[in-house]
């Protein structure tokens, strides 16, 4: 049975949890994820690509499946989250520093809250600075929606002082989701910031922003094949919210 071996640990920007082996159906999510075998191996799906290795990334809106038997590491992050800027400028996932990414894991790894440790890891990953981080209007639209998610693409492109089409070319560009799938992510963000243990979808829905709980249940499922919580088997799971700096790294505007 799958046993969680951390809390499942949130910020503004994506969340990480710990899992003695996870087996999921292929998906495709606006977060892009970073994967790593505690031990042993991996086996991906990505599109058409099988890779078997102990570490892999995987950008926004790939289609992916993961099995592992053996514990892991599952971390997904926002397209605009800096960690994620860092990660995907190293030249392949062989030159990531798997003993590091490994020793520092398996400090989170004994079931109790650790959110001084998880935080001091994200901190990690996003450094050193990206030699190329997103543009400043992007990242400031993102920030805008963090806060609130009604404002619509008009309004932040007028923000941006950009047309609406040119706004939308230009978000799509510099992160590789559309402005829609990345306000809908915002929303299942939102639904794992909230979720607690005996929680009904319903009541999550709900307090989400969800249209109803089937709207709800077919997002989580195309997006993450499921609530982390799933793999919990019935156990409960605590969420530990992080307390981590914005992102404010960005190219200068154009």
Same mark, same amino acid.
């Given at each position: 049975?799958?046993?969680?071996?951390?809390?499942? #640990?949130? *910020? %503004?920007?994506? *969340?990480?949890?710990?899992?003695?082996?996870?087996?999921?159906?292929?998906?495709?999510?606006?977060?892009?994820?970073?994967?790593?075998?505690?031990? +042993?191996? =991996?086996?991906?799906?990505?599109?058409?690509?099988?890779?078997?290795?102990?570490?892999?990334?995987?950008?926004?809106?790939?289609?992916?499946?993961?099995?592992? /038997? +053996?514990?892991?590491?599952?971390?997904?992050?926002?397209? $605009?989250?800096?960690? *994620?800027?860092?990660?995907?400028?190293? !030249?392949? $996932?062989?030159?990531?520093? =798997?003993?590091?990414?490994?020793?520092?894991?398996?400090?989170?790894?004994?079931?109790?809250?650790?959110? /001084?440790?998880?935080? !001091?890891?994200?901190?990690?990953?996003?450094? @050193?600075? @990206?030699?190329?981080?997103? /543009?400043?209007?992007?990242?400031?639209?993102?920030? %805008?929606?963090?806060? $609130?998610?009604?404002?619509?693409? !008009?309004?932040?492109?007028?923000?941006?002082?950009?047309?609406?089409?040119?706004?939308?070319? =230009?978000? &799509?560009? %510099?992160?590789?989701?559309?402005?829609?799938?990345?306000?809908?992510?915002?929303?299942?963000?939102?639904?794992?910031?909230?979720?607690? &243990?005996?929680?009904?979808?319903?009541?999550?829905?709900?307090?989400? +922003?969800? #249209? $109803?709980?089937?709207?709800?249940?077919?997002?989580?499922?195309?997006?993450?094949?499921?609530?982390?919580?799933? #793999?919990?088997? +019935?156990?409960?799971?605590?969420?530990?919210?992080?307390? =981590?700096?914005?992102?404010?790294?960005?190219?200068?505007? !154009?």
């Amino acid at each position: 049975m799958t046993s969680l071996l951390s809390p499942l #640990y949130i *910020w %503004q920007g994506g *969340w990480l949890v710990l899992l003695s082996g996870m087996e999921n159906q292929p998906h495709q999510h606006v977060a892009a994820s970073l994967l790593v075998s505690l031990e +042993g191996m =991996l086996r991906v799906e990505l599109g058409e690509q099988s890779l078997r290795q102990p570490l892999v990334r995987v950008a926004p809106e790939v289609s992916q499946s993961l099995h592992s /038997d +053996g514990p892991l590491a599952v971390m997904h992050l926002d397209p $605009d989250e800096p960690a *994620w800027w860092c990660l995907r400028e190293a !030249e392949s $996932d062989a030159h990531l520093p =798997l003993k590091a990414l490994r020793e520092n894991l398996l400090a989170l790894a004994d079931g109790d809250a650790r959110a /001084d440790l998880a935080a !001091e890891f994200v901190e990690q990953l996003r450094q @050193p600075a @990206p030699l190329n981080p997103p /543009d400043a209007r992007v990242i400031r639209a993102c920030q %805008q929606l963090r806060h $609130d998610n009604s404002l619509d693409l !008009e309004t932040l492109a007028a923000g941006a002082n950009l047309s609406a089409s040119r706004f939308r070319r =230009l978000f &799509s560009e %510099q992160l590789g989701v559309t402005f829609k799938r990345f306000v809908l992510h915002l929303k299942c963000q939102r639904a794992l910031s909230l979720w607690e &243990s005996g929680m009904s979808l319903t009541e999550l829905a709900v307090a989400a +922003g969800f #249209y $109803d709980q089937p709207h709800l249940n077919r997002t989580l499922r195309a997006m993450f094949d499921a609530l982390p919580s799933r #793999y919990a088997r +019935g156990q409960s799971v605590q969420v530990v919210p992080l307390s =981590l700096p914005a992102n404010t790294r960005t190219t200068s505007q !154009e």
